[in-house]
């Protein structure tokens, strides 16, 4: 499908799938189109408060899977995979920066921040246009970041 290359084959899946998700009760936490190998996958992440199940996963993945056979934005073979984000998700959209704020975190860099490091952990205290405030957790000391200069942010949700 010609829109599809000229939008985004993710963007195009997630306009397609989200108000299916969302008649699940779930909400659509990313779409991702990647090439692993030789191999292309279609990655759906759903949520949901406690957590998606297995159940959870197998009804998105019926309910979508004749859809995406009609409009057919994908030209190539490819593996759909319906999950949840995970307990160490990663923060991608505005939306996940401002639902999460006061959450820990895990932050890895592109480039090393002096006196940091490449990896470091912290408070996610603010976020607005593309720029991330995390507090260390003796709370004394806070750094701001572009998110466009880490290679991700998660959620740490392993201080047990």
């Not at 309910?63 to 319906?82: C, F, M, Q, R, S």
């Not at 895990?106 to 490449?118: A, D, F, N, Q, S």
């Not at 003796?138 to 200069?149: H, L, R």
Request: glycine fraction near 8%; hydrophobic fraction near 40%; charged fraction near 35%.
């Amino acid at each position: 499908m010609a829109n599809a290359k000229k939008k985004g084959t993710a963007s195009v899946v997630w306009e397609l799938v989200e108000p299916i998700v969302k008649d699940f009760g779930l909400r659509l936490w990313d779409v991702r189109y990647v090439k692993e190998g030789a191999q292309w996958f279609l990655r759906v992440f759903i949520d949901k408060d406690g957590g998606v199940d297995i159940v959870d996963c197998e009804n998105v993945s019926r309910a979508i899977d004749k859809p995406l056979d009609e409009l057919d934005p994908i030209t190539d073979n490819y593996i759909l995979e319906v999950s949840s984000p995970g307990i160490e998700r990663e923060l991608i959209l505005d939306s996940h920066f401002e639902e999460f704020i006061g959450a820990d975190i895990m932050v890895k860099m592109i480039r090393p921040l002096e006196g940091i490091g490449k990896e470091f952990k912290g408070v996610l205290k603010a976020y607005s246009d593309g720029m991330v405030t995390i507090e260390d957790h003796s709370g004394e000391n806070e750094v701001v970041i572009a998110k466009k200069d880490t290679a991700y942010i998660k959620l740490d949700d392993f201080d047990i």
